[in-house]
C-alpha cells in the first residue's frame, strides 16, 4: 500500500471520528492492542509487569491522553509512571537525572534538538517497526543521526504539528471582511494580501489588532529560516529570503499590523494569528477562546508563484540515554501515538478545526523543520534573533542580521560539536 494510499485512509477515519461516527477511545484498533505486537519480533506479553516512565511538563491526567494511558496500562499490564518537569529546563533536568542514575525512558522532543541528543539515545533498543504504515517518515528521516533514527511521530497523531493561520471569524463576518479562507479558495492567499487584511482588521477600530505572531512559523511562512540540520550537520540559513521575511515583519510591526505572541490572539480583539495546530486543541493556547469563532486555514505564501510552506516545528518522541526498559517504551509509544485511540470529538475547539487539523498534518509535501528557537534556547542564552523584528526596524534589519552572522555560526559549530560527540558514540557503540 502506498504512502499516499495510507495517509488517505488514516485522514478518513480520524476526520470521521471527529464527526462522531466512531467516538470514544478508539474502537477496533486491528489488534494492536493487548496481546498484539507493535515492534520488530516483539511479544508485548514479555514486558507485563514491568513500567516505563514517560518525562513530559503536560499532565496525561489534565488532558485528552490521560485515558489512553489508563487503558494502556490496563491492556498491557505494563505501568506508565510520569515524571512532570519544567519544560524551559526539560533537557538539563534530564541530564542530571542520568548523571544521578534516576533518569526515565520516553523522551519528549520539543524545540530542543540537537542539544537534546546529550540526554538521548537512538530508537534501536526500543526494537521498533519503523516500516510500519502509521509512522511519519519525515520525522524518522529529520532525526536520522549517523545512519540511526532518534525520533518518532504518527502519521495524523493527534499531537502533531504544522504552522497555520487560525482567525476569529466572528470579526470577519460581522465586518464584511474577505477570509484567509477565501482568499486560499481565489488562490490568493498571498503575504501582501495578508497584510491588506491586517490593515482592514486594524482599521476597525482601537480595540482591533492585525494579527498576532509566532516569530519562527512566521518566518517560516515565508520560505525562510536561520538554521537547517541536513547531512548530520547544522548549516546557517541566513540568505536573501530571510532577509527580506525579517524586512517584512519588521515593516508590518512597525505599522502596527502584527504583534508577537500567540496568547494574545485568544483575546478576541485580533483578526489572526500565525501559529501551529496546538491552537486548534481545546487544551491548547486558547482555551477560553469562544469556540464558535475559531475558524484555521493555511498560511500566507511568499507570492503568488510560490506554494504555500510546509513548516513544523521540530516534534517527536524518542528513548533517555540509559534508559531502564526501552522495549516497553517502544511499545507504549506505538499505542500512545496512534490516533485512532483517541476520543477526538471532545479534542477540537469544533469540527471545522477538527477536519482541517487533519487534513494539513497528513499532506505528504516535504516538511520544513525551523530550528532556531532551540538554537537560541540551547547555543546562546536564550538570545532570541528570530523575534529580532520586534525590535529592529527596516532601516536597521540588514545591519542587524549582518552583525549576528558571527553569533550563528557560532551557534551552529556548538550544536555540530555535539552531533559529532553523537556520531562518535554511536560509531564505539554499533560498531560502525
Known sequence: MSKKIVRLLTLVLAIAMVAGLAVGCGGDNSGTGGGGSSANGVNPEDYRGTSVTYVTWKDPALNEDGPVVEKFKQEYGIDVKIQLVEQKNYVSIIASNIAAGTQGDIFFETETFPGSLTVMQPLDAAKLDLTDPIWEQSMIKASTVGGHPYLVDTVSNVWSERTILVYN????????????????????????????????????????????????PAIASCGASFFKFENDKMVVTADKRLYDAMNLLASM????????????????????????????KKTGYYTNFNSNHLAATYTPSWNGSEETVNSSLFRGWGLIDGAKNPVAAGIFLREYLDVNNYDLATAFH????????????????????????????????????????????????NSYLDGQKNVMNNMAEKANKDIDKEIQYLKETYGE
Open 350 to 397: 469544533n469540527q471545522d478545526v477538527a477536519n482541517f487539523f487533519f487534513q494539513v498534518i497528513s499532506e505528504s509535501s516535504e516538511r520544513q523543520y525551523y530550528f532556531g528557537g532551540s538554537m537560541c534556547r540551547i547555543y546562546n542564552n536564550d538570545i532570541r534573533i528570530h523575534e529580532a523584528w520586534i525590535s529592529q526596524t527596516p532601516a536597521t534589519m
Open 169 to 216: 471569524k466572528s470579526i470577519f463576518e460581522n465586518n464584511n471582511i474577505t477570509t484567509p479562507a477565501q482568499y486560499v479558495e481565489a488562490g490568493k492567499w498571498t503575504f501582501e494580501n495578508f497584510r491588506y487584511v491586517c490593515k482592514q482588521v486594524k482599521d476597525l477600530g482601537k480595540s482591533y489588532k492585525g494579527a498576532a505572531l509566532i516569530g519562527e
Open 253 to 280: 510591526k512597525q505599522e502596527g499590523l502584527v504583534h508577537l505572541g500567540y496568547e494574545a490572539f485568544g483575546d478576541g480583539t485580533y483578526g489572526m494569528a500565525i501559529t501551529n495546530c496546538f491552537a486548534l
